[in-house]
């Protein structure tokens, strides 16, 4: 089946630092990935819908200049959370669609924990 | 409005018993239905969907669902719970007519399974 990575699984971080978090799609080209966060009580939160050379698509309530997306190619998109803070403390998943057909599912990458201190 | 609906926070079933998770939704066309696997500390896994043809379908681990059209639902079962399948369970729809939501789904808060020895 389809692989999606993540990088990094695990990261820890001063508070107003920047991190990045990569996903790559390993054996297959996705035009669409997909954000997600996900908090303590498992509720899973679509943050931003990411299309490989444009703009990705903010959900709304995400700011989209704390978290920065780019697709710049068909296997990798990157969300960088920007001067974060312990509240931006979570689970961070992502996932991509195959390209072609519209109800193909989404593949998930194993998810970033980040912790901010 | 679409949306998904999964009743129950948490389903108690004991090993070798059969287990129901439940899902229904909302959606203004015919929906394309997903559900999804989530271990502790992982990302999600493909479990199985629904886009058309027979209302039964199959999917991983044992695991099937069924849809319902009349009822909006699309429930998830196995026959016989294993301890392994402990976990979050996740429901998600897609409306297909909706074309401006790039493959977007919309999810369930998520059904926590505890199957005990």
């Known amino acids: 089946g389809a692989v999606v990575s993540q990088h990094p699984s695990r990261v820890i971080c001063k508070s107003g630092t920047s991190v990045k978090i990569e996903c790559r799609s390993l054996d297959f080209q996705a035009t669409t990935m997909f954000w997600y966060r996900q908090f303590p009580k498992k509720s899973l939160m679509l943050m931003a819908t990411?299309?490989?050379?444009?703009?990705?698509?903010?959900e709304q309530g995400v700011e989209k200049d704390k978290f920065l997306i780019n697709h710049a190619s068909l296997t990798l998109s990157t969300l960088t959370v920007t001067s974060a803070h312990p509240e931006d403390s979570s689970f961070y998943i992502c996932s991509a669609s195959v390209q072609g057909s519209s109800y193909n599912e989404q593949f998930f990458g194993p998810g970033t924990r980040l912790t901010v201190l | 409005a679409q949306s998904v609906a999964q009743p129950e926070d948490q389903v108690n079933v004991a090993e070798g018993n059969p287990l129901t998770v439940k899902c229904t939704y909302s959606?203004?066309?015919?929906?394309?239905l997903f559900w999804y696997v989530q271990y502790p500390n992982r990302g999600l896994q493909f479990l199985l969907k629904?886009?058309?043809?027979d209302n039964l379908v199959k999917g991983s681990y044992g695991f099937e669902a069924e849809f319902n059209k009349s009822q909006t639902s699309f429930h998830l079962k196995k026959p016989s719970a294993l301890v392994s399948d402990s976990a979050l369970y996740f429901c998600a729809v897609r409306d297909p007519y909706n074309a401006g939501n790039n493959r977007k789904l919309i999810w369930g808060l998520g059904t926590s399974l505890a199957v005990n020895p």
């Open positions: 990411s299309n490989e050379g444009s703009k990705a698509t903010y």
């Open positions: 629904y886009i058309t043809g």
């Open positions: 959606v203004s066309g015919n929906p394309y």
